[in-house]
């Protein structure tokens, strides 16, 4: 899979993800918007764990600076 994020696009969305859970878990997000916000901090946590994220990958955007070897 080729990885089309920079570590700093990685960072900022894993720390999201961080945020928005401890949110729901500590109470201050409930009800509707905190399950719809656990899915979108789920979907952050995994994209950023793993350095592709498909929206990315459809507009042909790149912002990962390594030379990929194919």
Do not use: E, H
């Amino acid at each position: 899979m080729v990885k089309n994020m920079s570590s700093a696009d990685r960072l900022i969305r894993f720390a999201a993800a961080v945020i928005i859970a401890l949110l729901v878990v500590t109470g201050v997000l409930t009800g509707l918007w905190a399950t719809i916000l656990l899915v979108v901090a789920i979907i952050l946590a995994l994209t950023g764990l793993v350095g592709t994220c498909p929206i990315y990958l459809a507009l042909g955007i790149n912002n990962n600076r390594k030379k990929q070897v194919v």
